[in-house]
């Protein structure tokens, strides 16, 4: 007991000295690991995006504000039709594999988006993909227009095509499009990401700049790898990896981009690959031109290779689901008038269905609804009707033709009454 009781009583007193050995034996463990001995180890270094590079894709970026775009979207697949769409989970998708014609604007943060969509429909009932196959059911297609203004948020549909449409507008404050549409992507370019862009994708976004699709993964990832490939070749490349979170899953991803020299820096190709090496996506872009007036190129076409899909996250394919051909049509970087990014005047012909959130009262999630009535002078009363619930009575209108008519009637009238007073006249 004696011997125990000195050795904890000279143990206790070297209490402080032995705390030192350890934190000093820990610190050399961690400097060997951070050295790379450590088995359980991961982390590269992070690599530097060269200055000059940097400033490229920033001017690439300023290059194209403003700009109008139009482009053909076309998919094809070597899958049969029943597999793809149960594969892609897109059961009511009639138009899956139909072309696309699509306009996007963009200037200062002010977006644009107009797409046509097709699909089946019987009355008040969609039709699945497959049924619409098997009946060899006629299409349907609807123009469908996404914008905002800086303040306010326009989901149109059937603006055009209205013989077989019914014109529908949505109408939110930018505050309720991120309340009520968290995950709705209101104007996203499908083109300009192929070619190495990036802009906001949905409600929650609206505010954020655009931006090179590499500087904005940089600065959310860890960049691993930048080098030059190709140099004995006419065309060498910058080779950049990273892994950042993808825009669909929010999940850790390995970005693979080839940058062309010659191009001031444009996106020839890039790679999105899950962290266990599946593959999500392949882009390759091809016959660059320069934008006129500016050191940034543009590809007129982009092709796709989709091997997951945003119905399906985490879920990937061995082979191509389908791919995707982008054909630039139209561009222009001429200033754009801001009235083009509000769709209120677009939507005012009689029969359009509004639904506006912004007059509703709060707490209405369904938005103030109404039906634009035939003449323009009892809009008030309409909305005023939809709001307290009341009936409204519309005002009679006289058609054009109806009002020549009349007076057609009275003039005919004066030249009877003329010619029988002329008649009585010669006769005395």
Partial sequence: MQILGAFMCRTYRNIPWCCFVLLAFLFCTDRLYSQGDSPLQTRVDSAVLPADIVEALVKNVADIDPISLEWIRTRTTTMDFETLIKKTRTLYDCGFLEPVNSVFMWQGGLAYLRFSDKNAVEGEEMITAYEARRRNLRLIETIKERSFDGEICYI??????SDTNTPTLLVYSLEQAKE????FTICYPEYLACAGYRFPLDAPELLES???LVLYLVARGDLNVVKSVDEETDNPKIYIEL????IWTKKNHRYKFWLSKKLNYAVEKYEIESLDGDRAYQVVNSD???IPGKTAYLPNKCIQKCFTLNTIPGIYSGEPLFEEQYRLTH????????????????YSSPGTMVGNHILSEDG???????????????????IEAARTGG???????????????RWLLVAAGIVLVVYVLLRRFVKQ
Avoid: C, W
């Avoid at 149109?156 to 095509?161: F, K, M, P, Q, V």
């Avoid at 970087?333 to 677009?346: P, Y």
């Avoid at 209405?364 to 309409?382: F, M, S």
């Fill in 156 to 161: 149109g549909s059937g603006h055009e095509h």
């Fill in 180 to 183: 009520r549409l968290p995950f």
């Fill in 210 to 212: 655009h931006d090179s």
């Fill in 243 to 246: 892994v950042a979170p993808e």
């Fill in 288 to 290: 660059f031109f320069q």
């Fill in 331 to 346: 561009i222009s970087t001429e200033r754009i008038d801001k009235r083009q990014f509000a769709l209120q005047s677009k």
């Fill in 364 to 382: 209405e999630t369904k938005g103030l609804q109404y039906i634009v009535p035939a003449n323009p002078a009892d809009l008030d009363r309409v």
């Fill in 391 to 405: 009936n409204f009575v519309p005002t009679p209108i006289t058609s054009t033709a109806a009002i020549v008519f």
